[in-house]
């Protein structure tokens, strides 16, 4: 690992938003840069800022001998890493980061990392919102959006940090201030060979914490326990099932914090968020704010008034007498099962996507329980079907236009209609958002087709 990055070659591989953050940060620093993508340059999304980055570009593959001349790899999170390039970089102990691992290495300050299956960016959002709102000069994103290594030379105090599996999988000395782990349900086992894989990497985050350091445990889930036990650093609950004498509790409708001696109320009824998941949400964001001293007045003038991200149980507006919601984001079988548990029956529930072939039991109950029909969508449609077979009411569609007009026919005054696919959307879409988005626009355009149900 080199001390400076003057004159090494450094080889980045995925040319998206990590990739190219990474590249500007090297180059800024003097380093050889290449970057390498197994998309050919007609798929990548705006080339042109790419060529101006001034970098060797290494596209449509990842060309072994470039490689061989590399001081360092540093990989984007969505490259897996047993690919046989990088299989063949740590036989030869070429060392291989992560682009969170070379950000940390750079940055000063109290930093909050935040990890999960769900609530991830509910969380990271509201932590930031909350330094901001006490007057604090913070990063706000990771996962979220924004590359850790953008926050490098930025003079920020504070980071609030979403982290995913995948970054954790390749940091090394990487260590928060404080360490928040949310949940751990299935997900990703399209990329992890199984459940104790995925968890490991998400255990990850505590690592390298050492006495003095802060671990935000949700106590009420057993594989955030297993995944903390070894930990060094000093452990702060939360739970909304048991009343805690040191921690936060969620109690009838109020959150209790009690710390020290001290004890402070907050009235859930006052949130904007909806949900027993966004009130866990809620207690995990307010614990390390509290704990650096953050008055709780502005700490919980701040959440309250939180209304939510977009593409997360959003709601797009009514139509025929039923409510539609936008929950894009919810791209895993735990999420969904959550955001049906917020609605009434009937729902017209649009999933399926990218498959990530995890178990998908545990939703056949809610299903059956309040899901009137299902629309089906995208690659995983045909395993769906299967497992939901006899719960529901199942039809499919070839895409988001389809789903939408079908779902309208299918809904009925008092119910919902909730896209919330259970899976990635990789086999249609770029990401979530732009999945969102084409629901809201087609949503939308229904609207504006007027009040006539068939189209005609
Ligand atoms: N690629 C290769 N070789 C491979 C695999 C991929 O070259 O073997 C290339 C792809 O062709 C593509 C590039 O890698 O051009 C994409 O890299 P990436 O998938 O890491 O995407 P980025 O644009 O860098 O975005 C990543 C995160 N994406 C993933 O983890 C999949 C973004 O999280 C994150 O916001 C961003 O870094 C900034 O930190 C998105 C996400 O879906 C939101 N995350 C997953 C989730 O939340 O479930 C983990
Ligand atoms: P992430 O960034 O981890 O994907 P988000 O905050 O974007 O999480 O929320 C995504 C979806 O996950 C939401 O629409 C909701 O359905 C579900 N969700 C959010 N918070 C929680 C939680 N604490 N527990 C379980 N599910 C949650």
Redesign the pocket.
């Known amino acids: 690992m080199p001390k400076t990055y003057r004159d090494k070659h450094i080889v980045i591989?995925?040319?998206?938003?990590?990739?190219?953050?990474l590249a500007r940060f090297f180059r800024a620093r003097g380093a050889r840069v290449a970057l390498?993508?197994?998309?050919p340059a007609e798929?990548?999304p705006n080339l042109d800022e790419l060529q101006a980055l001034r970098v060797t570009l290494d596209l449509g593959g990842?060309t072994p001998a470039l490689f061989a001349a590399a001081d360092l790899v540093v990989?984007?999170?969505?490259?897996?890493l047993d690919?046989p390039?990088l299989q063949t970089c740590r036989r030869q102990g070429l060392p291989v980061l992560g682009?969170?691992e070379i950000a940390w290495r750079e940055l000063a300050g109290t930093m909050i990392a935040i990890t999960g299956t769900n609530g991830?960016?509910t969380v990271t959002t509201l932590v930031g919102e909350i330094l901001k709102a006490w007057g604090k000069k913070a990063f706000v994103?990771?996962?979220?959006?924004?590359?850790?290594v953008d926050a490098v030379g930025k003079g920020y105090d504070w980071y609030a940090v979403?982290l995913?599996?995948?970054?954790l999988e390749t940091i090394e000395a990487f260590r928060p201030n404080y360490a928040v782990l949310l949940n751990v349900t299935e997900?990703?086992l399209d990329r992890y060979p199984d459940m104790a894989s995925y968890l490991a990497a998400k255990a990850r985050i505590f690592e390298n914490l050492l006495d003095g350091d802060v671990a935000i445990l949700n106590l009420d889930d057993p594989l955030v326990l297993q995944a903390a036990t070894s930990t060094r650093a000093s452990k702060v609950y939360y739970s909304s099932q048991t009343v805690l004498d040191a921690g936060m509790s969620l109690v009838d409708d109020r959150i209790l914090w009690r710390w020290q001696d001290s004890e402070v109320i907050f009235p859930v009824t006052e949130l904007r968020l909806r949900g027993r998941h966004n009130q866990e949400n809620v207690m995990a964001a307010l614990i390390p704010l509290l704990l650096e001293g953050c008055p709780a007045e502005v700490a919980w003038g701040t959440v309250k008034n939180f209304t939510g991200l977009p593409h997360r149980m959003e709601l797009l507006g009514e139509r025929h007498g039923a409510c539609w919601y936008n929950d894009s984001?919810g791209?895993?079988i735990g999420s969904v099962v959550k955001s049906l548990a917020g609605l009434d029956k009937p729902v017209v529930l649009i999933a399926g996507g990218k498959d990530k072939h995890g178990d998908l039991s545990s939703l056949v109950v809610p299903i059956g329980e309040k899901v009137a029909h299902l629309v089906l969508i995208g690659a995983a449609a045909e395993r769906m079907a299967k497992v939901f077979a006899g719960q529901t009411d199942i039809h499919r569609a070839d895409n988001m236009r389809d789903a939408v007009q079908l779902a309208d026919r299918l809904s009925c005054p008092g119910g919902s209609v909730l896209l919330s696919p259970g899976c990635?959307s990789?086999d249609m879409y770029r990401?979530?958002?732009e999945r969102g988005a084409d629901f809201a626009a087609e949503f939308s355009a229904l609207k504006q087709s007027g009040n006539c149900r068939n189209g005609n």
């Open positions: 591989i995925g040319a998206g938003s990590t990739g190219r953050s390498s993508d197994n998309r798929q990548l990842h990989i984007s999170p969505g490259v897996p690919i390039v682009e969170v991830k960016s994103g990771g996962n979220l959006g924004t590359p850790l979403e995913s599996s995948f970054q997900d990703h984001k791209t895993n990635s990789f990401n979530y958002e």
